[in-house]
Structures are given as structure tokens and as C-alpha cells.
């Protein structure tokens, strides 16, 4: 049983249903039980006890539930590679901890910058699943602006808790709040540039069919048509 | 502990200590209790008389013949008389059947050589009589320890050990098995 998971989006949890341990106590007392009054050097006692241990297990099973627990794993899909599924694996993973410092740091801006970072982090993570060739374009956003990142806003947390901020530590703040806005403004960039590819063959593909059209009669004017299309 | 307890690696761990020291401990009670109850019939038989207890008649017969009887025809340094306290010593220090079974036969040995040397000797007919006596004794010991059922009931349980997993389980705690009296 499985439900989507409201924090991460790559994630999902599941619902694990863990089978009791206190049938194998059973089953073992079960024996005990047995070895007292069978004697213990025929292989008739052996057999016989094995059968009320599996009995008091399994009446153990129907005393004890499974329990029911909920574990987060990511999403159950195909993936295109193994390089992609590690991407997605470390950027779920990051993006845990991105909400877990989202949701220490008191600060508004910052915190609406990290939820920025965390929607746009998703959505890049969920086009390279549909895009599996542009995996390699995300590695150094993976491996290195992520979690300098991570690591920056983890001082920042660290730094917002002390009491008596001096000048050195306002400084430092004043830093990263400045730095977070140019990793927006990158982390957007990064997903666009996902696109790249695809602007630029779509780009191709219009205008040779612009030129097919035009040199076939069949538009009135090219420059016009140019004209409708780059307004 | 309730979180140890809990665990699976830990209910299948004590799973396993509970089968194998159950069994153990059960095993080794049963099967020691199985040979001491065998044992005992040498000591201690139902009908009222057992082995040891005829050994020991034995004993007492050789004795009384050696010590009380022949030093009246003989000299008591004489070969034949030693060999039968020899032997009765040899008899009360023997432990477990097998060494009883030969020291019983060595003092047997001892005393019919000590009653045909006193069948050469010349007596009235009162120690003839007394001479047959034991003879008749000693004899019937012998026939009712032949008769004892000690033999049968220890080829009963070394049987039953020759199975598994009672033949394994013997080997393991190194158990002594009883000795036939023979």
C-alpha cells in the first residue's frame, strides 16, 4: 500500500506491514515446553516437538499483528539508467535535508528561497527521469552547487541561533542571504538549460519549414510569417 | 531491551538458544537417567537379588572356604588358598561389570582348584558334606547371575543408543554406557 509523499516529491511512502517477532519466542517456548516431556534421544520427540514449535508459532502469529509502518522510499518507476536513478536517489536525499535546514532557519526570505531551490530541484530531477541523456549536464549541480549550498545554509542556521551577533557573524549572514538569491536565479538556469537542446531543434525545424513554405509559394510573405512568429 | 527484544535477528537467536539448550539439557538428563536405570539392575534387581548382590556370596563363600575351611587340611600359605584371597581382593577393588565379569571368573577359577585339591584331601564325612556345601554354593551363584536379566536389559539400551539421534547425542556429551556382564 502506498501513498504520495507530501514532503518530497520524489518520494513516496510506503506501508510495510512487519510481522511480529513474538511468534518465534513462541515457537521457542513452544520447544521448551516439549523437551520436558518427551525424552530428548528418539527422533520421534524431535519431530514431535518440532510440530508444537511450529504450532505455537504459528498461534503466536494470530496473538500478534503485523505492524503497520510507514517507510519513505522513492517513487517505484522505471529508470532510463543507472546514472540516472543515482541522481534522483542523491537529489531526494538532498532535498531531505534541504527541508529539514528549511525548517530550522527563522528567516522568511531565506526560507521562501529554499522552498524556490527545493520546487526547482524537483523539477529538474523529475525532466532528467523524462530525459535521461541530460543527466550529464546536472552532475556538477548535483556533486557540487547543491550541497555548497546545503553546507552554506547549514551555517546559516547555525549562525541565526546565536544570541549576540556581532559584526563578523552579521557579515557572514548577510553573505549567504545575498548568495541565495544568485543560486535561485542558477538553479533556474539549470533547468532551462535542460531545455536547451529542444529550443534549439525546434528553432531548426521552423525555420526550414519556413524557407519549404515560402519557397513553394505557399505563404504570401516570409518576412510577414517571420514577423507573426518573433513578435 | 524491549527495543533488542523486538528485534528479528534477536527473536531467531534466542529461537535457536532455546531449541539447542533445551535439547541439550533434556538430552543429557534423559540419556543419564536411561544408563543410571540400567545401571542399577546390576546393583538391585526387581526379583530381589542381583549380580552384585551374588558377588558379593561369592565373596563371602570364597572366603569362608579359604580362611575357615582348608587351613584345616592345608598349610594356609599354600598356593591355592592365596589365589582365592587374591582373587576375592581383586573381586571387591573391580569396578563396572566387564572388570567384575573377569575377576568373578578368575576367583571362580581360583576356588574349584582349591576344592579339588581338598577332594585329594583325606576328611570325615561331615567336612565332605560341608566341602560339597560350597561347592554348591558357589555353583549356584554362577547359575543365578546367568540368569539375571542385567545382560539383556543393557543389549536393550545399546541398542536403542545405536539410533539416530541418540548415537550422536552419546558421542557429544561423551556419555559411559554400561558394561555387559560378560
Not at chain 1, 11 to 37: C, D, H, N, Q
Not at chain 1, 74 to 101: C, H
Not at chain 2, 111 to 119: K, N, S, Y
Amino acid at each position: 500500500m502506498t501513498k504520495q509523499n507530501n514532503e518530497n516529491p520524489l518520494k513516496e511512502v510506503k506501508i510495510v506491514r512487519i510481522p511480529s517477532v513474538y511468534p518465534f519466542y513462541l515457537a521457542g517456548l513452544a520447544w521448551v515446553l516439549g523437551t520436558m516431556i518427551l525424552p530428548m534421544y528418539k527422533l520421534s520427540s524431535f519431530l514431535l516437538c518440532a510440530v508444537i514449535s511450529a504450532a505455537g508459532g504459528w498461534i503466536g502469529t494470530r496473538l500478534f499483528k503485523p505492524e503497520e509502518v510507514q517507510v519513505e522510499q522513492l517513487k517505484e518507476e522505471t529508470y532510463a539508467s543507472e546514472a540516472v536513478f543515482q541522481a534522483v536517489e542523491e537529489g531526494a536525499r538532498m532535498l531531505d535535508e534541504l527541508r529539514e535546514v528549511h525548517r530550522k532557519i527563522q528567516d522568511v526570505q531565506i526560507g521562501r528561497q529554499i522552498e524556490e531551490i527545493e520546487q526547482v530541484t524537483a523539477e529538474i530531477l523529475n525532466t532528467i527521469k523524462k530525459r535521461p541523456n541530460s543527466v550529464g549536464s546536472i552532475r556538477k549541480w548535483m556533486n557540487y552547487y547543491l550541497p555548497t549550498t546545503l553546507k552554506l545554509l547549514n551555517q546559516y542556521e547555525r549562525l541565526e541561533e546565536e544570541r549576540f551577533k556581532g559584526r563578523n557573524i552579521q557579515e557572514s549572514m548577510d553573505k549567504i542571504e545575498k548568495m541565495m538569491g544568485l543560486i535561485v536565479t542558477a538553479c533556474h538556469q539549470q533547468l532551462n538549460r535542460l531545455f536547451e537542446g529542444e529550443a534549439m531543434d525546434i528553432s531548426s525545424e521552423i525555420t526550414v519549414m519556413e524557407g519549404m513554405l515560402a519557397s513553394e509559394d505557399l505563404i504570401e510573405n516570409e518576412a510577414s510569417l517571420k514577423g507573426d512568429y518573433r513578435q | 531491551m524491549n527495543r533488542l527484544l523486538k528485534k528479528k535477528t534477536t527473536a531467531i537467536l534466542s529461537l535457536i538458544v532455546m531449541i539447542v539448550g533445551s535439547t541439550g539439557i533434556k538430552a543429557g538428563i534423559d540419556l543419564n537417567r536411561l544408563v543410571e536405570q540400567t545401571e542399577k539392575i546390576f546393583v538391585a534387581e526387581e526379583e530381589g537379588f542381583s549380580i552384585q548382590s551374588k558377588l558379593m556370596s561369592k565373596m563371602e563363600f570364597s572366603n569362608e572356604l579359604a580362611n575357615k575351611f582348608a587351613i584345616h587340611f592345608l598349610d594356609s600359605d599354600c598356593a591355592e588358598i592365596q589365589a582365592v584371597n587374591k582373587a576375592v581382593v581383586q573381586l571387591q577393588m573391580a569396578e563396572g561389570a566387564k572388570e567384575k565379569y573377569q575377576a568373578s571368573q578368575q576367583l571362580d577359577q581360583a576356588d574349584f582348584q582349591l576344592i579339588g585339591l581338598l577332594e585329594d584331601q583325606t576328611m570325615d564325612d561331615e567336612d565332605q558334606k560341608e566341602l560339597n556345601r560350597f561347592y554348591a554354593n558357589l555353583q549356584n551363584c554362577n547359575d543365578q547371575i546367568s540368569h539375571s536379566i542385567y545382560n539383556e536389559k543393557v543389549e536393550e539400551l545399546l541398542q536403542e543408543l545405536e539410533q539416530f539421534p541418540a548415537k550422536q547425542l552419546v558421542q557429544l556429551f561423551q556419555i559411559e554406557l554400561p558394561q555387559r556382564y560378560q
